[in-house]
């Protein structure tokens, strides 16, 4: 059974830092395409980040060079590093691979 559980979440203020991790089991990560997407209320999911298998990384044109998505082969982990964080960061993230979601982790920038 696959399972992905992110972590990392809570509230910071504008400018702010956190990294979101995404631990998966029963999927081995690293030969896999991993995604982080987002909903804010009343918006639709959105993909903010994405590393593939071949570790070729995209990113939401919001929130380019200030996040980075890596990938920790041993843990089996994807992490989301999120700088210099706005108000309009605040969302819902979900990591997913292939058709699982993780359960989803609250992300608040507030001041």
């Known amino acids: 059974q696959v399972q992905l559980v992110e972590s990392g979440g809570g509230l910071v203020q504008p400018g702010g830092s956190l990294r979101l991790s995404c631990a998966a089991s029963?999927?081995?990560?690293?030969?896999?395409?991993v995604g982080w997407y987002r909903q804010a209320p009343g918006k639709q999911r959105e993909l903010v980040a994405s590393?593939?298998?071949?570790?070729?990384?995209n990113y939401a044109e919001s929130v380019e060079g200030r996040f980075t998505v890596s990938r920790d082969v041993a843990k089996n982990t994807v992490y989301l590093q999120m700088n210099s964080l706005k108000p309009g960061d605040t969302a819902v993230y979900y990591c997913?691979?292939?058709?699982?979601w993780g359960q989803g982790i609250q992300v608040t920038v507030s001041s």
């Open positions: 590393i593939s298998r071949g570790d070729s990384l």
């Open positions: 029963g999927i081995i990560f690293y030969i896999n395409a």
């Open positions: 997913n691979c292939r058709d699982c």
